[in-house]
């Protein structure tokens, strides 16, 4: 049963990684968007919590690094999050 199974796992694997069929790929798109959108999700509660109390050192009063955190929670938003799941997901 453990070569069966393998198999199988090959397969699977194999189906959605190589597919050509539209609607797999439009799935592959819509859950990149879903994990993009969780991690997204994670940077804006570290913004959130940032701003939540007047001079907060919840960042250790590390002024880049909040930059950065609202930098890259824009950029995976965006691009990694709403174009691939609009464009790739729905529009597939």
Do not use: C
């Not at 439009?26 to 993009?36: E, K, M, P, V």
């Amino acid at each position: 049963t453990g070569k069966s199974q393998l198999n199988s796992t090959y397969k699977f694997v194999t189906r959605w990684l190589f597919s050509t069929n539209h609607k797999d790929i439009g799935t592959l798109y819509l859950i990149f968007g879903a994990i993009s959108g969780v991690a997204g999700t994670a940077l804006s509660l570290y913004i959130r919590i940032t701003l939540a109390q007047p001079n907060s050192s919840f960042l250790e009063y590390n002024h880049h690094l909040y930059n950065v955190i609202v930098t890259g929670h824009a950029i995976l938003m965006i691009f990694f999050m709403v174009m691939p799941t609009l464009i790739g997901g729905f529009g597939n």
